[in-house]
């Protein structure tokens, strides 16, 4: 499929995060290029504010495993 989505749902967007990693980072550096017709996925959001997002939650869940 399209890995470089603008439509692409959370989940989807997680899948690539978590199991493709070199197309996860070939997406932040193409996001990176200034003057592309879209600059946000789903209209709201950069690929970039997902990456953040899912990082958080990465370090979120590494401290609830280490308590328990």
Do not use: V
């Amino acid at each position: 499929g399209c890995w470089f989505c603008p439509n692409a749902k959370r989940a989807e967007l997680r899948h690539l995060y978590d199991c493709h990693p070199d197309l996860w980072a070939r997406m932040l550096a193409l996001q990176a290029i200034p003057g592309k017709t879209t600059e946000k996925f789903n209209r709201t959001q950069k690929f970039s504010d997902m990456d953040e997002l899912f990082r958080k939650e990465d370090q979120e869940n590494r401290a609830l495993r280490a308590a328990a």
